[in-house]
């Protein structure tokens, strides 16, 4: 996506508001702001924003395993099946 045919003033947004959420909540194509000629603000729709934050959050889950590996923090499968079975029959146990 092209964000330079997606660019416009802050003017513009405080005379168009009600269509502009409509587009962006029908296009689901962020909208750049500008003020006095510069990129100010990026706005969109609630389902994008919500897909960015959970992208996201992914994105950092994976962060950390791959830093993990790379510090050797790591556990063998047998090993960390055999410690999530036991908890499972421990939780059994007491309840």
Known sequence: MKYSTRIKPISYLKANAAEVVRELTDQREPLV??????????????????????????LKILALGNRQIDEGRTVRVADAVRRVRSKGAARKISA
């Open 33 to 58: 702001i500008t003020q006095n000629g510069e990129a100010k603000a990026v706005i969109q729709d609630v389902a994008s924003y919500e897909q960015t934050q959970e992208t996201m959050a992914l």
